[in-house]
């Protein structure tokens, strides 16, 4: 028993931080209809950030802020650079232009920084363990369910209690109704890129508080995981996207805790048990949990 809720917290932990960057990718899809495979590369602005300001003399005291405001800018910054020009292309040229800014984005770090990793300090309590009731916890892991706890429920506050929310609501539902009724393309497809960089610097933090380190490619594994946690959920459903990330998380972890020794000790196999699991799930609900229709733009 103590070893199960050990493991449900791990997973939580893990999968709260799957459930950000699953929620930027919905919100972004819900928008635009297009799966931003660059979301990832905030995680890398994030961390290359982080070790940039480290070089000299930063602290963890005030570098969440950076992290999430380079992240914000570095969203907004994709879309107007690379997403505007091409947005009313198909789906098609949406899909290659993420594409090519994420590779971009590896070729960027490697070429002007380097190939190599780039370690940076991490804070001293991160690993710090405490029990109760003889289980032991991570003080890590509470924090990131904590922080994501706090993050979504803001989201939700910001998508239900203000006007940008509604607008960007309305548009994910009929972009071209909501354009009708005043609401101004420009500013909720800007509103919703920065949005979802402000998702995503969240989930750096709490990913570079436990490795960090500055990598040209470190987004992408996180990236993959995200998108299969959105459309586990539901590609566009806001809560399908938390639940995708909690239920990718979980499944990870309880995979990696209770299969056999020598199963686990295979490179990637118990990842590969986990990918099997989610295909058969989609032969099973290709829609995903919760089923988002949207309307058709002609």
């Not at 109760?132 to 979504?152: H, K, N, Q, R, W």
């Not at 056999?260 to 099973?284: N, Q, Y």
């Amino acid at each position: 028993m103590t070893k199960l809720i050990q493991t449900i917290v791990d997973g939580l932990g893990v999968g709260s931080t799957y459930a950000l960057l699953a929620l930027g990718i919905s919100l972004i899809f819900g928008v635009m209809h297009l799966v931003n495979f660059a979301h990832g590369e905030l995680i890398t602005v994030g961390a290359y950030v982080s070790y940039f300001f480290f070089l000299h003399g930063g602290s963890w005291w005030w570098m969440p802020i950076v992290i999430i405001a380079s992240a914000m800018l570095a969203s907004v910054a994709t879309e107007l650079v690379a997403f505007r020009w091409v947005r009313n292309s198909s789906p098609f040229t949406l899909l290659l232009t993420s594409f090519a800014l994420e590779r971009l984005s590896h070729a960027f770090w490697q070429i002007f920084v380097s190939p190599k990793q780039r370690p940076f300090p991490k804070p001293a309590w991160v690993f710090n363990q405490f029990k109760v009731a003889g289980v032991s916890f991570e003080v890590m892991d509470l924090v990131t369910i904590a922080v994501t706890a706090i993050t979504l429920a803001l989201t939700a506050v910001v998508f239900k209690r203000t006007l940008f929310g509604v607008s960007v609501r309305g548009a994910a539902e009929d972009f071209d109704a909501a354009r009708l009724m005043g609401v101004r393309a420009n500013r909720v497809i800007s509103g919703a890129f920065a949005f979802a960089g402000f998702l995503a610097g969240v989930a750096a933090c709490l990913i570079l508080m436990r490795t960090p380190a500055a990598e040209p490619s470190m987004g992408s594994d996180w990236l993959l995981k995200a998108v299969i946690a959105a459309v586990i959920g539901g590609l566009g459903s806001f809560s399908g996207a938390v639940v995708g990330g909690l239920v990718l998380g979980l499944l990870e972890t309880l995979t990696r805790a209770y299969l056999p020794e020598v199963a686990v000790g295979w490179d990637k196999f118990s990842t590969a048990v986990v990918f099997v699991l989610i295909a058969v799930f989609f032969v099973i609900r290709p829609d995903g949990i919760f089923k988002v229709s949207h309307a058709e733009r002609v």
